[in-house]
């Protein structure tokens, strides 16, 4: 393949000169059908540039578009034009009085259209590539005045809203790197290729490739000096970009990465060159290009739509290589691609002869579509939201195949993989990022498989199944009640939310829709949906145009959207009872005195940098707890913290949720931002449950108790190291409790009281370890009940330590006063020496008391009139004068920590002494 580099003599090859003319006769005439079929899809605007291109890269005129002043390089070789260019050219420049003469120097050598240009594949959406081949004698100054020309071309091109491209290369140079939007890894194998198949000669000089026999193309310098040299033709005629030159392999890997990273831009125009891509990789080494056909088709004098037109020629090409690979979906896919791209529709009437029909008309009986799946495609811009998802999904199975067949072939060379791993994984994310369906993320159905699409009147329906399940039903038009049972409905979900953030990404949703909607709860208002929707449209979510280096380190989430309570409102629906709640208490988290919580939804509405769209919603009493893990876990992985911005459109008591909500993150937050090696627990308190944050490892788990009892099991530390207790500022009523966990630190023993009242002391105390122990103690003597308490620890563990003990009162909720301990004044009492062991599997506990012990089974249900009955007959002394003053657990001594051991203190005299 390509161009060798061994000299070849020709000496005594003869070449025939009408053969030649015969050569050049048959290129242009196959320009002309090109040309032809150009002008045909084209409208006056469109042509009216074709035709003026040569002119105005030909002459320098004040008033024409792309004058920057009468030296920039002009005069196209060859070039004369005709009256009916001249009298276009005077509608822009109406003073042009223009007059040919000789051209004192050929600045413009050549210039010709490349792409999709001249097939049934162009249509008036299709832009337009222009190369126009320079002077090898240009001086840098001078090819910047024809850049800055080119570039108001462009401008003018622009203002007749076409896109047109025009690169601005040499014969010894092909990539124009100068031009916005070439290609990053564009080099010159496929791309001179892809103009030798394509091109579309405009004026200027011809192209001396096509005098060169196929067979000759292994010895193609060695067969133009020849053509030159022996004056078979004149060098001023032709123009000479070179043979294909040997396509090394990491070009055909770079296109085909290069069509895969466009892919999501235009589905079926990428489509078909993705396979070309694919099928010059099965062929490696051993490729054959398709610039090869196209020659070896005109030089054999084969004359058809296939020759004609380069579309139709790569599909020829991708057609035979998923044959021969039993690819038959695909090719259906391919097929499908290639119609789309084509810009005639049979049911199209038209005044003019269009060569069109007959090639559609071929294609489809070729194929053996019939009417009504012609018709279909026919009226794509009509495709509801279904009919567009069926694309999809069929094109991703494409589009995946591609990219696993590519990596195959990366894969047979280490070395090779390697040097592409990063790129793969890139494309990989961002094949992942705009097609994964995964839990939450909202899918983007139309990716340029149809124009945009718009809803009018949309419907949405709350139908609720059970007490605790519920959907949302979305429909694309307005339905009545009746239709609405039995309609099927473009998209459910559990969340609202979810479903107006699907319709706004897709198009459905905007400014100007009407919505109508049916709620089965009768909880969602019109005002509450109507500021949802006017949020939710000024989010600015959903930008699929990413830059492909986001993909090159993990999605991060800069801000989040945390929407509460929609289309839910506990206390209105309470009111639609007849009932109202009339209270002071007013935390969202434990309102009135039935203590209710009223955050019954949360959506979590954020797009990550890899442009990832996600609602996640939770739902009922835990929807707190669960969206409280959900952003600590995207936290700790990313190691930064979002942006949350929090709403609540509800008619009763939105602000306070919003408040309290943000409060509540707010602390929660900051509670695991601070880095601590300790292990961190979060306490906060919804409805009558406490619930509590920690982290294990990397994953954050909460756990849920349903008092204070069971509360305090679960904040004694079980390690060896200082546990953090931080909470919710609204967590505890009694303020004994927060007092003591903030005054608590490494290495000391804090034990706080606060009289509640005159028959009630509340306590908190929080070991060296942090663990956190809490009740509350008889008012006779505070002294006393803290001295029985170190007593009990001094004889319960090993090596504690009176020197880390302080103690202290609570006075009026703010200030904490000392309190003296005098070991010496401990009150005389009658002391219970407790060992708690395990027999058989059952636990027991041995009570010791002034010589007399005895056994009671924990699993008894009256033990503790049991053991009343013996202290009473056993001493008979009031049970008041009784105090646990030493504790043995079936557990080693280092496992154990004061708290553990005032814990089971606290519980066994609730169980013994029945308080």
């Avoid at 602000?655 to 880095?675: C, G, M, P, W």
Wanted: charged share 25%; net charge negative; proline share 3%.
């Amino acid at each position: 393949m390509g161009q060798k580099t061994s000299l070849v003599d020709l000496s005594s090859l003869e070449i025939d000169r009408k053969q030649l003319k015969e050569l050049q006769r048959r290129f242009l005439e196959l320009n002309d059908k090109r040309k032809q079929l150009l002008t045909q899809n084209l409208g006056d605007k469109e042509n009216a540039l074709i035709e003026l291109l040569p002119f105005l890269f030909h002459i320098n005129h004040p008033t024409l578009p792309g004058y920057v002043g009468a030296d920039a390089p002009c005069g196209v070789a060859n070039y004369q034009p005709e009256k009916s260019t001249i009298q276009l050219a005077k509608k822009y420049a109406k003073s042009l009085d223009y007059k040919p003469r000789a051209v004192r120097q050929i600045e413009i050598e050549g210039i010709y259209l490349m792409g999709s240009a001249g097939s049934v594949a162009h249509s008036m959406q299709s832009d337009f590539d222009v190369w126009v081949c320079c002077s090898e004698d240009l001086s840098p100054e001078r090819k910047a005045l024809l850049r800055d020309k080119r570039a108001k071309i462009q401008s003018w091109a622009e203002e007749l809203a076409i896109d047109c491209s025009i690169y601005l290369v040499q014969q010894s140079k092909i990539i124009d790197s100068t031009a916005e939007n070439e290609k990053e890894t564009i080099q010159n194998g496929l791309l001179l290729d892809e103009f030798y198949r394509t091109q579309v000669y405009l004026a200027g000089r011809y192209l001396l490739w096509w005098l060169v026999p196929p067979e000759w193309e292994h010895a193609y310098a060695e067969y133009t000096k020849k053509l030159i040299s022996a004056r078979f033709v004149q060098s001023d005629d032709w123009i000479d970009f070179g043979a294909i030159p040997e396509i090394p392999r990491e070009e055909y890997i770079n296109n085909a990465l290069w069509y895969i990273n466009k892919a999501l831009e235009s589905p079926y125009k990428t489509a078909l060159k993705l396979v070309l891509m694919e099928s010059y990789l099965s062929q490696y080494p051993n490729v054959k290009p398709l610039s090869n056909s196209y020659k070896i088709f005109v030089h054999n004098l084969i004359d058809n739509a296939t020759v004609i037109d380069a579309y139709l020629l790569m599909h020829r090409k991708v057609e035979e290589y998923l044959i021969l690979n039993d690819q038959f979906d695909r090719l259906e896919f391919v097929r499908r691609c290639l119609y789309q791209k084509i810009n005639y529709r049979l049911g199209r009437s038209s005044a003019t002869k269009h060569k069109a029909p007959d090639i559609v008309k071929q294609l489809i009986e070729e194929w053996g579509w019939s009417d009504e799946k012609r018709k279909v495609f026919d009226n794509r811009a009509q495709w509801d939201i279904n009919q567009i998802g069926n694309e999809k999904r069929l094109y991703i199975k494409q589009l995946i195949t591609s990219f696993r067949t590519i990596g195959q072939f990366l894969k047979q060379d280490d070395a090779f993989f390697e040097k592409y791993k990063k790129q793969l994984q890139s494309l990989s994310r961002k094949i992942s990022a705009n097609l994964e369906l995964t839990q939450g993320k909202i899918e983007r159905v139309n990716i340029n498989f149809v124009p945009k699409m718009t809803g009018k009147h949309l419907s949405l329906v709350r139908q609720t199944k059970g007490k605790e399940f519920e959907l949302w039903s979305f429909y694309d038009r307005a339905i009545s009640q009746q239709e609405s049972n039995s309609a099927e409905p473009v998209y459910q979900c559990r969340s609202l939310l979810e479903l107006l953030a699907w319709a706004k990404t897709n198009g459905l949703l905007n400014e100007d829709t009407s919505v109508q909607y049916r709620d089965s709860k009768q909880q969602l208002q019109y005002d509450e949906l109507e500021r949802l929707i006017q949020t939710l449209l000024a989010t600015k979510v959903g930008d699929s145009t990413k830059d492909n280096s986001v993909y090159e380190s993990l999605p991060l989430i800069n801000k989040m959207h945390c929407y509460i309570n929609v289309a839910q409102d506990k206390l209105t629906n309470i009111a639609k009872h007849g009932m109202h709640i009339i209270t002071q208490k007013i935390d969202p988290f434990c309102y009135g005195n039935e203590c209710l919580n009223l955050i019954e939804t949360i959506d979590l509405h954020y797009e990550n940098s890899w442009g990832e769209q996600f609602v996640i919603h939770f739902h009922g009493d835990n929807s707190m707890s669960e969206a409280a893990i959900s952003i600590l876990e995207l936290i700790k992985r990313q190691s930064k913290q979002p942006e949350l911005n929090y709403y609540s459109f509800t008619s009763m008591r939105a602000d306070e949720v919003v408040t309290r909500v943000k409060l509540f993150f707010r602390h929660l937050i900051n509670a695991y931002s601070q880095n601590l090696e300790e292990p961190t627990k979060f306490i906060y308190r919804l409805g009558m449950r406490y619930h509590i944050i920690e982290q294990q490892n990397e994953r954050f788990i909460v756990h849920k108790v349903n008092n204070e009892k069971e509360l305090s099991r679960l904040l004694i530390n079980q390690f060896s190291h200082y546990q953090n207790i931080l909470f919710d500022p609204r967590c505890f009523t009694d303020p004994v409790i927060p007092t003591a966990i903030k005054k608590g630190e490494p290495g000391k023993n804090i034990f706080i009281v606060k009289k509640q009242h005159e028959t009630l002391i509340s306590f908190c105390f929080v070991d060296h370890f942090g663990g956190v122990v809490f009740g509350q103690m008889g008012v006779d003597s505070i002294e006393q009940n803290i001295m029985q308490v170190i007593n009990f620890l001094t004889n319960s563990l090993d090596g504690f330590d009176t020197s880390n003990w302080f103690s202290y009162q609570l006075i009026d909720n703010e200030r904490l006063t000392p309190i003296a301990i005098d070991f010496d004044e401990i009150a005389v009492s009658y002391e219970l020496d407790i060992e708690i062991f395990s027999d058989e599997g059952k636990e027991s506990i041995l009570v010791y008391c002034r010589d007399q012990k005895y056994t009671f089974s924990l699993d008894d249900p009256n033990i503790g009139e049991k053991f009343l009955a013996w202290i009473d007959r056993a001493f008979n002394t009031a049970p008041e004068q009784f105090n646990i003053s030493k504790l043995r657990l079936p557990v080693p001594m280092e496992l154990l920590s004061e708290g553990r051991l005032l814990l089971e203190r606290n519980q066994l005299y609730s169980l013994l002494f029945q308080q």
